[in-house]
């Protein structure tokens, strides 16, 4: 079967396979989007002792997909004054990095679809253009709510892009490549969990985990949303289905962070303990318990203002990361990486 | 190596291609009745009193700098720690130069009040 196909497509083989294993990334994504939604919901209504959605389907499971349906049969508004291929170019923007850095991601050490030596690089770089979807949908949309929270939200991001920067260094000198692979498999040990970056790299999560929620504009860092003072901020134009791709690439984001913070500080795959066997499903496990905070976050605190997020980003998390760094690279120097404990991580 | 970066290639078309897709499917299936009410730029129920172009606060821009010169430090970066082990102390010190000469630029700013928003 396969050698056949192989036959049939010929020298486009390594495409057409390519394809059909970013179709399987790409449509659980998908899935985990749609119930992430309805996680979220569930999950704060809870905490606020409501029931959540519970009218579609059993449990109100199929309520993501009503809501997609719905999402697809309304009108898409091109507002008047509005520059129609930018505005139209904005949800594209967004969505293509939120998904395209996936192809890097590793689940398993061989379960990658393109394991490339610069990964933590181009996640770098792809994941910084999400900035520009949201700049052009608001600039676009010609509406001065959509054009402030474009405004907010860029320089926020842009904000918090250098603290996650930082944080990223140190990671790379624990583990001595840019490979997610390679940044995983220097977790591994003996020790199982308690060899995982995030303990000597514990101020460095935290700041992760943090500008991670505001990069993806996440409560309580949403002022670029900030439904009560600027409706809906950079996509209050847009409706229907353009709606429906930023909605989407927030939460992909969402879940790319996950996966992220779990590869980097708390190991992959690999199994917290020693007497049971590695596997995808702790990579999945820890990327759900990421995504439990960033929805208990949004039911706990509320809005940040938007000088106290510069300050936070600028005044704090910067010097934080600065001086962790520094920290880590003294650490890593011969006679203090070799002491008892010390060797456990800096190796 | 190079074949790796095909399916790179790759995922990124098909990121673009959702997002092209997608409202292409919307526009399809949703209904198309324009009114100048409905086109009009949302505002609370008023009319738009003037160009949503409008001037912004300077400090957007500073922050836009200050990002700039903190992004391409993180690029300067990434290199050393990778190779952090092998370079040892000498690295670890020439580094340390360097970034001291960033944080007086960046205490510099912090007391030129380069970071207040009130």
């Known amino acids: ?347 | 190596m190079v074949q790796n970066y095909l399916a790179v290639l790759l995922f990124i078309l098909v990121g673009l291609g959702v997002g092209v897709i997608a409202p292409l499917l919307g526009w399809i299936l949703g209904p198309r009745r324009p009114d100048p009410q409905k086109n009009s730029p949302y505002e609370c129920g008023f009319e738009a009193f003037e160009d949503a172009r409008m001037r912004f606060d300077v400090r957007y821009y500073l922050v836009a700098i200050l990002f700039i010169l903190f992004d391409l430090e993180i690029a300067f970066l990434f290199p050393w720690a990778v190779v952090l082990k092998e370079v040892g102390l000498f690295g670890f010190v020439a580094m340390m130069i360097f970034l001291g000469i960033l944080v007086v630029g960046f205490v510099y700013e912090w007391v030129k009040g380069a970071l207040e928003w009130d």
């Not at chain 1, 923007?93 to 394991?115: K, Q, Y």
């Open chain 1, 1 to 347: 079967m396969m050698l056949m196909l192989q036959d049939f497509f010929g020298p486009f083989w390594p495409a057409v396979w390519a394809l059909v294993k970013i179709v399987v990334i790409v449509m659980p994504m998908m899935g985990a989007v749609a119930y992430l939604t309805l996680a979220e919901r569930k999950v704060i209504g809870y905490m606020q002792i409501r029931i959540g959605p519970n009218r579609v389907g059993p449990l109100g499971l199929l309520q993501p997909i009503a809501d997609a349906i719905k999402l697809l049969m309304k009108e898409i508004v091109v507002p008047a004054g509005a520059d129609k291929f930018l505005f139209l170019l904005g949800p594209v923007l967004s969505i293509m990095p939120a998904l395209a850095a996936w192809a890097v991601i590793p689940f398993t050490p061989e379960l990658v679809l393109s394991n490339v030596d610069a990964s933590l690089l181009y996640i770098m770089a792809i994941t910084s253009m999400g900035v520009y979807g949201v700049v052009i949908a608001g600039w676009a949309s010609n509406s001065k709510y959509a054009f402030l929270g474009a405004m907010r939200s860029a320089a926020q991001i842009v904000s918090y892009e250098i603290a996650m920067g930082f944080a990223l260094v140190t990671v790379l000198m624990m583990s001595h490549s840019l490979n997610l692979l390679e940044i995983v498999k220097a977790q591994q040990g003996p020790l199982g969990f308690l060899q995982w970056n995030w303990i000597p790299l514990f101020p460095m999560f935290v700041v992760y985990v943090i500008a991670g929620t505001a990069e993806t504009n996440r409560a309580p860092f949403d002022v670029a949303e900030g439904e009560s003072e600027i409706v809906a901020g950079f996509h209050v134009e847009y409706s229907g289905m353009t709606f429906a791709i930023f909605f989407l690439a927030e939460y992909a984001n969402m879940i790319l962070i996950s996966a992220l913070t779990s590869i980097m500080f708390m190991g992959g795959w690999l199994s917290p303990v020693g007497f049971l066997p590695d596997g995808m499903l702790w990579l999945f496990a820890k990327m759900s318990f990421v995504l439990f905070l960033f929805l208990w976050f949004r039911a706990t605190f509320p809005r940040y203002r938007y000088d106290q997020i510069m300050r936070l980003g600028w005044k704090v998390l910067i010097p934080v990361t600065l001086v962790w760094l520094v920290v880590v690279g003294i650490l890593m120097q011969e006679p203090l990486r070799g002491l008892p404990v010390l060797n456990i991580w800096f190796h």
